[in-house]
């Protein structure tokens, strides 16, 4: 059995030696049995997706086979706090998936499994093995976005996103990406109802890859980037928070720098959000500019 290992894991499993200039506990590793039954148009796994197989998003993963991970993660010395295993949406995946969250899991760190998940049941099956935690990515904020960029409806996706919620409260995290089409107003809807079900929310930039078929697309304005990451961080401290939002006639969130006082608020809501731990370096950021998610 092989599982992908990120560039900046390699090193922290001790696997090989590469400069990473980001704090890393998150072990990020993914299972990838051929492409996706899926074919989002922004992503490097699918179906349609063009180029080398062994990207997500702008990082690059090797394979390694099992023996050398769990061997690695044997090491006395580790500073890993989380594993996060990101599994592609085919079969042959998941299943390959549920074996080694049992395997990870004798490794007692706890893990996060990434994943597309069509029933409840599906995420219990992982909850079962041992993952302590399932992030059912949304990805796409809005029905006709939905449709268009992943296929398949938004209304039966978050309704699964929220039963799951409700049979595991606390264990569930979702994805949002901002910049591919949604509307500020319909994102920060989500982000709010998601944290009143106590759904973590992973906020991502969009950000075009050679070989998607979103490639040629820009990524969003930082600024508006930073206005979302302050709102999201607002509503998860505390939901009342969400009467500080207001928005103009066409849906776009106002700035609500102004509101807050506390520079040190303003600067932990740049952080990487997720799960505990989560610092994803470089999914979304290129070296040497300015990051969109901060993780030092
Ligand atoms: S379901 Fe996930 S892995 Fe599959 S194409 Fe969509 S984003 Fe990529």
Same mark, same amino acid.
């Given at each position: ?17 590469? %400069? ?15 492409? =996706? ?8 796994? &699918?179906?349609? &997706? ?12 090797? %394979?390694? *086979? ?51 998940? *069509? ?43 929220y039963e799951a919620a409700e049979l595991y409260p606390g264990r569930i ?10 509307? #500020? =107003?319909?994102?920060? #809807? ?80 740049? %952080? ?5 731990? =989560?610092? %994803?370096?470089?999914?979304? *950021? ?11």
């Amino acid at each position: 059995m092989v599982v992908r290992v990120s560039a900046g894991t390699q090193k922290l499993l001790g696997l090989k030696k590469i %400069r990473v200039e980001a704090p890393m506990r998150m072990a990020y590793l993914m299972v990838s049995e051929g492409r =996706c039954t899926y074919n989002c148009d922004y992503c490097t796994q &699918a179906r349609s &997706a063009e180029g080398k197989e062994d990207r997500l998003s702008r990082v690059v993963w090797p %394979r390694y *086979e099992l023996s050398e991970i769990v061997t690695a993660l044997k090491k006395p010395d580790l500073e890993i706090g989380r594993i996060c295993l990101q599994v592609t949406s085919n079969p042959a995946s998941k299943q390959t998936a549920l074996a080694l969250v049992e395997t990870f899991s004798e490794a007692s760190f706890p893990i996060s499994v990434s994943i597309r998940p *069509e029933t409840a049941d599906e995420v219990g099956k992982l909850m079962d093995c041992g993952a302590e935690r399932v992030g059912i990515a949304v990805d796409a904020i809005g029905e006709e976005l939905f449709a268009r960029v992943r296929s398949g409806s938004f209304g039966e996706h978050i309704n699964l996103l929220y039963e799951a919620a409700e049979l595991y409260p606390g264990r569930i995290t979702t994805h949002a990406i901002v910049g591919i089409g949604e509307s #500020d =107003c319909d994102l920060i #809807d989500f982000i709010a109802n998601c944290y009143s079900r106590k759904i973590g929310v992973g906020l991502f930039s969009f950000t075009p890859v050679k070989g998607t078929a979103m490639s040629k697309i820009p990524q969003p304005p930082l600024e508006r980037y930073r206005r979302i990451q302050l709102a999201r961080f607002l509503i998860e401290k505390d939901m009342d928070n969400i009467d500080l939002l207001s928005f103009d006639d066409d849906g776009n969130l106002l700035p609500l720098k102004e509101l807050i006082s506390d520079n040190s608020s303003i600067e932990a809501s740049w %952080r990487t959000s997720g799960c505990p731990d =989560c610092t %994803r370096p470089f999914y979304n *950021e290129r070296p040497g500019h300015e990051h969109f998610n901060v993780f030092v």
